[in-house]
């Protein structure tokens, strides 16, 4: 407390005191200021306070730069040991200005009534002056906080999110107004439900607030959160996302992998048209998610793990399958991620089980490696069209040119990346607009006959068709407006005290954004509740992170890196599905009877699979033509 209360006079700044307090919790960094050397009598406050002024700034002026860096907690930790001696001496001072301060005040009163020496009347008003600043930064500096719903003590307002917590907060933002401030555990997080406050979350403060939190769930699965959705914000996050950006998700690419979409797509459309044969029910949900994954894993390291008639389905497959059903049925919502402090009580044995997880996923990824490693020590050559993600990023560890070196760990962590990031998206974006046109078969119908006249009945859609299809754009916008598979997006941080909609939002707070929210809100949107996809034709609002009042990918630094392939796979797979499936419900049910429930995991889902009769619409010389045996 004295350290943070002297600290507030000698820089007062928001980030300053995250960093303080990081220091200032560290056991080392206490043991050390033991061990150094009491003060001397002669040293007076001045000379004390400037030399501490100039070892405490060094010292933040590093911890700045770790932090720009975009290091995570453990790389920030063995950095600091090296500058231990400065963060030792810091607080030795520290404690020891206290000290002076206590002489100082007792020559002032035994000088009293005697005469007053210059020093004793310089060091009375520094005395002053330090005590005025102090009680200014504890009565001075209120600040004004957003509103919110009342909270428990130590637990806060974690008790009232439920299983889909976008929805509480959408109700909670109804009451209290469009910025609310929350305590999920010991963490305060603020929620903004409104355009102009995402703008200024995600444009106008984006450069305050695109870092993240430090998650304990993505220290023990994300390799201490060094994938590039989890890392903070700074030069090593720059780095993996320009990777990101320029050698897996440029334009380029994007159109060199267009055979992998399709081939994939048309084995989905085979196995979806054979299970329904006879009116069978098919599991649309188990088809949607094979097809990303297996266009996913090939895309990035050019294996597929899923089809039943298929023979190029790769080794391993039953583990791969496997770890992708644990990772969705995993919870990693456990009480250590909101109370640090109990984490080693592992209530519940989530922490346990998740090490379990990352082990096994650890094998899997190494198995990547290894298998892009030749035993020859070759590798495929740089800048060749057959170079996949995970090529890229082993050349790169090579390279030693760069400025950051890229471990194991780190090209595990992005594989992690990827996987999730795309295949849960997409494949519930999907699963959405299917169920979504379900209950409206006037909309089907219209997307259907769109497909008909544009592409017609004599051969399947390309993904080329799509600039022509605008009434099946539209309603895979209206499907993202409806439902956002991440409505609150990734958690954002602000690294600096900001403000927002007028409020003081200190350092170190969470920030989310609740799109869900905003696609729902009648100011915004008319008959807001109603699946209508006429809102957007003619309409210039774009899913591109321009328009506020839409962001299923979200804006700013932190927008989603694969937003461009994430769109392809949902609009293609979508037409593809429509134009060649006569989708029908299950007999005996009606379209207002389509459950529309959602559950909050990896992405928001349905909570009921969406199970529909299935057969071909279109000739059967067009299936053959296009490869697929009917
Ligand atoms: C329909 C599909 C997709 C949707 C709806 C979606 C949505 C999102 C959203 C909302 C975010 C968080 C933005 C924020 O925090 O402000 C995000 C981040 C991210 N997405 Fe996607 N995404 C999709 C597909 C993909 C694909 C195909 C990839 C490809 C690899 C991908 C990779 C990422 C990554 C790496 C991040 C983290 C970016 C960062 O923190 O810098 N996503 N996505």
């Not at 109804?174 to 929620?191: A, C, D, E, S």
């Not at 471990?407 to 594989?415: E, L, P, T, Y």
């Amino acid at each position: 407390m004295r350290y943070i209360l002297l600290h507030r006079f000698i820089s007062i700044k928001g980030t300053d005191m995250e960093y303080a307090s990081i220091l200032y919790n560290s056991k080392r960094f206490r043991e050390g200021s033991r061990r150094l050397p009491k003060p001397k009598r002669t040293q007076s406050l001045f000379q004390l306070l400037s030399e501490v002024r100039g070892r405490h700034l060094a010292l933040l002026q590093a911890e700045r730069l770790e932090y720009r860096r975009g290091n995570t907690e453990s790389e920030r930790r063995s950095e600091r040991e090296t500058r231990y001696s400065i963060a030792s001496y810091t607080t030795y001072a520290m404690e020891n200005i206290m000290e002076a301060t206590r002489r100082s005040v007792l020559d002032l009163m035994s000088a009293a009534g005697t005469t007053m020496s210059q020093y004793t009347v310089a060091t009375a008003c520094i005395v002053i002056l330090v005590g005025m600043l102090i009680l200014k930064s504890v009565l001075g500096n209120k600040l004004r906080l957003p509103p919110g719903p009342r909270g428990l003590p130590m637990i806060g307002h974690l008790h009232l999110l439920g299983t889909a917590p976008h929805q509480t907060l959408l109700a909670m933002s109804q009451k209290h107004g469009h910025i609310i401030r929350l305590n999920f555990g010991v963490y305060p997080t603020v929620v903004v439900s409104s355009p102009d406050l995402a703008r200024e979350v995600l444009k106008t403060q984006d450069q305050h607030l695109a870092s993240r939190p430090t998650f304990e769930s993505g220290k023990i699965l994300a390799y201490d959160n060094q994938s590039t959705s989890l890392r903070p914000y700074g030069d090593k996050w720059r780095m993996m996302r320009k990777i990101m950006s320029t050698e897996l998700l440029s334009g380029k690419r994007i159109e060199q992998s267009q055979k992998i979409r399709t081939e994939e797509l048309r084995n989905t459309v085979e196995d979806i048209l054979s299970d329904g044969h006879n009116g069978q029910l098919v599991d649309i949900d188990a088809k949607l998610t094979a097809l990303v994954l297996n266009q996913t894993t090939r895309f990035n390291f050019r294996r597929r793990y899923y089809g039943t008639k298929r023979t190029d389905v790769a080794e391993g497959a039953e583990a791969f399958q496997d770890l992708v059903k644990v990772i969705g049925g995993t919870s990693f919502f456990f009480p250590g991620e909101f109370f640090p402090f109990l984490k080693f009580l592992d209530l519940g044995g989530v922490e346990k089980k998740m090490r379990k997880l990352a082990h096994q996923a650890d094998v899997f990824y190494s198995s990547i490696l290894a298998s892009h490693r030749n035993p020859d020590g070759s590798y495929i050559p740089k800048d060749s069209v057959d170079m996949d993600f995970v090529d890229v990023l082993l050349a790169f560890q090579r390279d030693n040119t760069n400025e950051f070196f890229i471990s194991d760990d780190q090209i595990k962590a992005s594989i992690q990346d990827v996987i999730i990031a795309s295949s849960s998206t997409s494949s519930a974006s999907m699963i959405w607009g299917l169920a979504e046109l379900m209950r409206n078969p006037g909309v089907l119908k219209k997307a259907q006959q769109e497909l008909d006249e544009v592409v017609g009945r004599e051969r399947v859609v390309e993904e080329g068709d799509l600039a022509r299809l605008p009434y099946l754009r539209a309603m895979v916008k209206e499907t993202f407006r409806l439902h956002p598979v991440l409505p609150l997006l990734l958690p954002h941080q602000s690294d600096v005290d900001v403000k927002i909609g007028g409020y003081d939002i200190p350092a170190g707070t969470r920030v989310m954004v609740n799109t869900y929210a905003i696609g729902r809100d009648p100011s915004i949107w008319k008959s807001a509740l109603d699946f209508t996809p006429e809102r957007f034709l003619g309409s210039s609002i774009d899913v591109k992170g321009q328009n506020f009042e839409l962001l299923p990918f979200g804006a700013g630094r932190r927008m989603c890196v694969g937003f461009n392939l994430g769109l392809v796979t949902v609009e293609y797979g979508l037409a593809q599905i429509l134009h060649c499936c006569d989708l029908q419900l299950p007999e005996g049910i009606s379209p207002k009877d389509v459950n529309m429930d959602e559950q909050s995991g990896a992405s928001v889902t349905r909570t009921q699979t969406l199970m529909l009769r299935v057969s071909p619409r279109l000739p059967p010389h067009v299936y053959a033509k296009a490869g697929m045996q009917i």
